[in-house]
């Protein structure tokens, strides 16, 4: 069993007392941008099922979706106020292997992730530059881009912060300007139009995945924001009706103010949306917009990734050279691993949800900062819609998503035990943080001793 109070394990509070932390509007901003960065690829929707269903569900979703997992990320982050987010809970409630499960399927969605956006920032900008369509130049773009956001986010959380920060406000102005500019234009009758027999489930139901999920991100980086007990829960707050708005008032905009094609409703098309009711100006305007938004994602997805993987160097389940930061207080191994996906979301997810009625259940009297207005039963109740959306999304995925989900799954199980083996040869040197929650190193402990 390893020594908890082993005085050469640093504690990262005393490590980074220096390192500024992150305060409320910056926080606001980086879980925009780990949630969904604005509505770009939300147009799917409209094809997907036609304006009524699309704008129902941005008002619905948020509900069955978002409200219960910001609610539940807000408790838990409270209670657990440190670096490592979910698999801290994850751990403390079910054990250390199902921690690392939790761990290794959200880093690898966000590695998936992150590796489209710098593609996508281009994919943006080829129209009005060529050259950045295909060969050297394009290659170039994307490690040269790649390199830059990474060194940003190298050196400091609130440095990325700030920066997510500008680059929101730019991302969103030109969407509240063709809001206000669509208004003589538009026809209430359009956002009634609807063909339940064409709707493409499984694009519907992604595609409002895609951009409302991932509010447990930020519970990844509550050891390097401040005052966390009260910052983290309003931040939340603040979030969810910021991302539905910056999803819901573009497609109310498009879909009365112009006639409807639902072939034309691709991702980009809200730039043509945009020419059309403000003029070629405005396109310009979105299409920065979107590629700003891309980077904006990235420099948030990476601080949320690689602060994942520190908190779970500093919880033991990775070697200790995960857990080194830089003199700016930024992860170091975590940055260079993250520059290097529902369906492994959606497992991951699941775990937390147990995880949270678990821990209400284990230990109802803890401190919880912050606490859902619930008794077991309705803690229980409130994680049921979400799951039931899981659910959905599992049964209408394709099979060849399932069998890559599946894969990278098992490998997560094969590692834990592998990792655990190399720890016991010290082959790598691992530690535990002496400011791990005693829940978790109860849970670690009884786990160990059952390996013995």
């Known amino acids: 069993m390893r020594d908890y109070n082993n005085s050469d394990v640093a504690s990262p509070k005393a490590a980074t007392n220096s390192i500024k932390k992150v305060s409320m509007i910056p926080l606001v901003f980086l879980i925009f941008y780990e949630v969904s960065g604005g509505p ?105 881009l790649t390199l830059l956001l990474t060194y940003l986010n190298y050196r ?5 912060g700030w920066t ?33 027999g064409d709707v493409k489930w499984n694009l519907y ?40 708005l910056s999803n819901f008032l573009p497609l109310l905009s498009g879909t009365g103010a112009i006639p409807l094609n639902r072939e034309l409703w691709t991702d980009g098309y809200l730039a043509e949306v945009a020419g059309a009711i403000g003029g070629g100006w405005l396109r310009v305007w979105v299409q920065v917009a979107a590629a700003t938004s891309n980077m904006g994602m990235f ?26 930061r830089s003199r700016y207080g930024t992860p170091l191994l975590g940055i260079v691993c993250s520059a290097s996906e529902n369906l492994l979301y959606c497992g991951g997810m699941v775990l937390e949800f147990v995880a949270f009625v678990r821990m209400r259940m284990k230990y109802p009297a803890a401190s919880r900062p912050y606490k859902i207005p ?45 990792l655990d083996h190399m720890d016991r040869k010290r082959w790598v040197k691992f530690s535990v943080s002496c400011d791990v929650p005693e829940f978790q190193k109860e849970s670690q402990e009884m786990e160990e001793s059952l390996l013995r």
Not at 169 to 176: D, E
Request: charged share 10%; glycine share 8%; aromatic share 12%.
């Open 40 to 144: 770009f690829g939300a147009e799917g929707i409209v094809n997907a099922a036609g304006p009524l269903l699309a704008l129902l569900g941005f008002i619905i979703f948020p509900f069955i979706w978002c409200i219960p997992e910001a609610l539940i990320t807000a408790e838990m982050s409270t209670m657990f106020p440190i670096n490592g987010g979910f698999v801290v809970w994850v751990s403390s409630a079910l054990g250390p292997f199902w921690g690392f499960q939790v761990g290794w399927m959200k880093w690898l969605c966000g590695v998936i992730d992150n590796a489209l956006y710098p593609v996508l920032f281009l994919d943006y900008l080829k129209s009005a530059i060529p050259v950045l369509s295909t060969g050297l130049p394009r290659v170039a773009s994307i490690l040269i």
């Open 156 to 160: 400091g959380l609130t440095i990325v």
């Open 205 to 244: 139901l992604n595609t409002l995945f895609w951009n409302l999920n991932y509010w447990d991100s930020v519970s990844t980086l509550a050891g390097e924001v401040a005052n966390p007990k009260q910052t983290l829960p309003r931040a939340l707050c603040y979030s969810v009706i910021f991302v539905t």
């Open 299 to 324: 420099i948030a997805e990476m601080s949320s990734d690689s602060f994942q993987l520190l908190g779970m160097a500093e919880l033991g389940m990775l070697p200790e050279v995960f857990a080194k």
């Open 374 to 418: 619930a008794g077991t039963v309705g803690s229980v109740l409130i994680c049921v819609p979400p799951i039931v959306l899981i659910c959905l999304v599992v049964v209408l995925s394709t099979f060849k998503v399932a069998v890559v989900s599946f894969v990278m799954v098992m490998v997560g199980f094969v590692m834990k035990p592998c």
């Open 164 to 196: 997510a920060v500008l680059m929101g406000v730019f991302t969103m102005l030109p969407f509240a300007v063709m809001s206000l500019i669509s208004i003589p234009n538009l026809q209430p009758w359009r956002w009634l139009v609807t063909d339940i």
